[in-house]
């Protein structure tokens, strides 16, 4: 069984910094796109960034240049390092993965349990 393991996440004040990780845990073959989501109550969950396991990111606009999504294929751990934060910023963030879980399998999306940011003064 997969599993989404989500640590990182708090309060921080406008301007400061939050790191995210997310670690694929369980057995599975491979493990293809990765990326970050947010979500405010009342609201649709929005992509913030992703990146393929040759390391190709993509970014909203919103956070371009002030967040960076890394990831250690050797561990299964996903990075989102999120700087000059702001109060708009303030969601539950969710890691999610493209996994084939076996070599006979499709590929399926999972999904972290979620983390909250805030960000207030």
């Known amino acids: 069984q997969v599993q989404l393991v989500e640590s990182g996440g708090g309060l921080v004040q406008p301007g400061g910094t939050l790191g995210l990780s997310c670690a694929a845990n369980g057995i599975f073959s491979r493990i293809y796109i990765m990326g970050w989501y947010r979500q405010t109550p009342g609201k649709q969950r929005e992509l913030v960034a992703t990146?393929?396991?040759?390391?190709?990111?993509d970014y909203a606009d919103s956070v371009k240049g002030r967040f960076t999504i890394s990831r250690d294929n050797g561990k299964n751990t996903v990075y989102l390092q999120m700087n000059i934060l702001k109060p708009d910023d303030t969601a539950v963030y969710y890691c999610?993965?493209?996994?084939?879980?076996?070599?006979?399998?499709?590929?399926?999306?999972?999904w972290g349990q979620g983390t909250q940011v805030t960000v207030s003064s």
């Open positions: 990146i393929t396991s040759d390391g190709s990111t």
């Open positions: 999610n993965a493209n996994i084939k879980p076996d070599l006979w399998s499709t590929i399926r999306g999972y």
